[in-house]
């Protein structure tokens, strides 16, 4: 079920005494969709609700980093596709403390590629120790990773309930508003309810990965 | 509900569209604390293939309950156990013996059967189905349904908010009270099954979130002071 974002706003409209964009008044759709999505993106990086596996990175033999997939938040694991064999998670420091040439040192049958790490080369990259030899040249890596909906137009592939979630944080941001159209005490217990849904995001999907 | 609201049929201040919208938010939010919606469905794996998006056959899911694969159960595990139990897991071929399952739609299978595809029994906390006729009945057990007008009352007079909003809170609050009551009934059947995934416990959830303060009440507050 894709949720739209055109649907999710004309839900909100009667909850702000309007039929349609055309007579709602201190709030607009542009608005709306801005709420909407701040509170999909926060869903996304407070439960990790979105893991998504990308697995078309190509090794390049000698290639030390290569970008993470699109919409990264963070990497869960990294595998190699054609042999399965999953990689340890590392980082920079260990190693450093590992070897002085781990960034140009390749990797051969005896010595395979081992580790991944993402710190210290800058955002959304990954690198990977060894550095893939002449035989890993053309493998892929399996990816599976936290993601973010970017582009709330775009549809956001879920159920209905999260859909009402986004609903009930947009009516919570409007009513939140510093202005006369401001209802505190509806703006609270729209976020008392979003927390209901919060607390059973975190029991069901922001467990052990 | 409309009746609650003091309002005619159909509503002068609440649509009809409204309300419906409300009940539907309240069997949703229902489900979700409860997980008391069950379905039992053929999720087609294929040969070699390790991960899946369950969306893809699966479009009202919100977590497993219990996996089998030709009657034999299919154990919970997670990607990193399954890295830790074998480096192989992902290209491993036989008959499945778990299951990983992460976010709202990633499912992992291993190990995989090796040719053709088959099927396995995925028994699933569902989503119920949208009301949209006058006359649909909620998914949910008829001794429940009536909970779902308390939660919608609320809903209709958020926009509103006021004295009327703070009068309708306790609604709220027995809504709450019914769905922590039916988790708990359903948790102790899902402990009984062995179930994957349990209701959560809405005894720790913090209710003071509810207690309204208006405005006015506050200037009241501050004038005493």
């Given amino acids: 079920v894709s949720l739209n974002p055109t649907t999710l706003i004309a839900n909100c409209w009667p909850q702000l005494h309007a039929t349609s964009a055309a007579d709602v008044v201190f709030t607009d759709a542009d608005e709306l969709l801005r709420f909407l999505s701040d509170a999909i993106k926060s869903f996304a990086q407070r439960f990790g609700v979105f893991v998504v596996r990308h697995t078309t990175r190509t090794l390049g033999q000698g290639t030390l980093t290569y970008t993470a997939p699109p919409r990264h938040l963070s990497t869960l694991h990294v595998a190699l596709l054609e042999t399965g064999k999953p990689l340890v998670a590392s980082s920079t420091k260990e190693q450093e403390y590992r070897s002085t040439s781990y960034r140009t040192t390749q990797a051969t049958a005896a010595k395979p590629i081992r580790w991944f790490y993402e710190d210290k080369e800058g955002t959304n990259v990954i690198g990977i120790v060894p550095v893939p030899g002449a035989a890993d040249a053309g493998n892929h890596l399996d990816i599976v990773y936290h993601r973010y909906p970017c582009e709330i137009e775009e549809g956001i592939e879920t159920i209905k309930t999260w859909g009402d979630y986004l609903e009930i944080c947009a009516l919570r941001d409007a009513y939140t508003a510093d202005s006369d159209f401001s209802i505190p005490e509806s703006a609270q217990t729209y976020d008392g309810i979003s927390k209901i849904y919060e607390k059973v995001a975190e029991a069901l999907y922001f467990k052990a990965q | ?225």
């Fill in chain 2, 1 to 225: 509900v409309l009746n609650q609201l003091d309002d005619t049929n159909p509503g002068t201040h609440w649509t009809n569209a409204e309300v419906k919208h409300a009940i539907n938010v309240a069997q949703r939010l229902f489900c979700l604390i409860t997980l008391c919606h069950e379905k039992t469905v053929s999720f087609t794996i294929t040969a070699g293939q390790a991960f899946y998006e369950i969306s893809d056959q699966v479009t009202d899911f919100i977590a497993p309950l219990r996996v089998s694969f030709n009657g034999l159960r299919l154990r919970a595990d997670t990607i990193h156990h399954l890295d830790l139990r074998s480096r192989t897991w992902r290209i491993t071929f036989g008959d499945p013996v778990r299951y990983a399952q992460h976010g709202f739609d990633l499912l992992a299978v291993t190990p995989q059967i090796a040719s053709g595809s088959d099927v396995l029994s995925f028994t699933y906390a569902a989503e119920p189905t949208e009301m949209v006729a006058d006359l649909d009945v909620p998914d949910i057990e008829p001794d429940q349904q009536i909970h779902l007008e308390k939660f919608a009352f609320v809903y209709c007079l958020l926009k509103n908010g006021g004295q009327e909003l703070k009068n309708g809170m306790p609604f709220l609050n027995e809504f709450l009270d019914a769905a922590a009551k039916y988790a708990s009934f359903i948790r102790a059947r899902s402990r009984a099954q062995r179930y994957d995934n349990m209701p959560i416990d809405l005894s720790t959830f913090e209710r003071g979130r509810f207690e309204l303060r208006l405005r006015n009440q506050e200037v009241e507050k501050r004038g005493t002071k």
